[in-house]
């Protein structure tokens, strides 16, 4: 592991500052950054601990909840109004990691966090694309069991890990960032990119913006929301495929709208914008859960050992559907 320094940022516009030298790295709660410069994957010359910085609260707003970028994933999931308001995303957290790991991981690092694709974890493989561009990809070709079946590229077909993003993708969260140039918001939807010719870039963060802050608009019926996680072992493991469900229903029992966004198929969290406006109109049943299951995977191109996740999405987004709707 290569030497690095550590610092403690004190205030956001002295980690902004220091994150120009393209050598930093912030460190939340180092629960992946760590692991990756053990391995020799990321190797960072400096950290700025950005754990201190007043970036912690949860804070309720006329428009909703911010959730502060350095709050830990254990505080947010039992947060009261995250479990009463927000129900998908304590429960998308909840299923991510360990309650040890929960107790250190920050929000922030949480949507940052690497692929956990075998070939980028490991340098003594010579080519991954995301870790060094231009290298080839061996997950064409070898283990791809866990990998993507939508939105992939002939550079990379990794799956982006976060449990927790799925569900911000599903309530249309916005992450706050600040950088030099001031601040932006991101709506969370375009925060992660596909793998496209450039899958060494994860998301649109400039390497010199900090977040700050993540913003969960009102959602009315969050109440009636949901998070499947369908894996390999029950705990302490990454999604083959997850389900992210929020539905409103009318006084009839009628779908007056709909969420609904997929983990652990793709590079980035995969809102089915076509699968909620099947379910719209629709009374909930079989029919409807098939339908909308149906649009979510139309496009999907599984490769030779992934094809299970396609009917496994389906039979996924169904249950996680069933079980939202009969929520009270
Ligand atoms: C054994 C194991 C099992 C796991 N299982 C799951 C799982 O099932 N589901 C799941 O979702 N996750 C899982 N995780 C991942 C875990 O959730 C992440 O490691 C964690 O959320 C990262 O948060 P952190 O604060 O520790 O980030 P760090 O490791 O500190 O940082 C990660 C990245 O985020 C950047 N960063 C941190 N804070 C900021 C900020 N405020 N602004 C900009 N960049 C920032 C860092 O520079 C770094 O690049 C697992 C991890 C381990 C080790």
Redesign the pocket.
Known sequence: MRAFAYTRATDVSGAVAAARDPDV????????????MKMGV?H?GHLVD??RLP?AAIEERESGLRLG??AR?SDVANHPLVRQRYRVLSE??V????PQ??N???????????TRCAYFYDPTFAECNKRVPGSGCAALQGYHRMHAILGASEACIATH?????VALAALDAVVR?VGPGGERAIPIVDFHRLPGDTPQLDTN?RGD????AIDLPALPFGRRSHYL?V?DRNS????LVSVAAALDLDGQGVIRQARLALGGVAHKPWRVAEAEQRLVGQRPGDGAWRAAAEAAVAGARPRRDNAFKVELARRSIARALATTAALT
């Open positions: 790295k912030f460190l939340g709660g180092g629960t992946n950054l760590l692991d990756l990321e960072p950005v754990t970036l970028a350095t994933n998308a957290l299923a991510g990691a360990s790991l929960r250190m991981a920050t929000m922030g690092g949480n949507l940052m966090q690497r890990p976060s449990d927790a993003a960032v963060l913006e900090l977040i700050t996680k894996r302490y493991a990454f999604a």
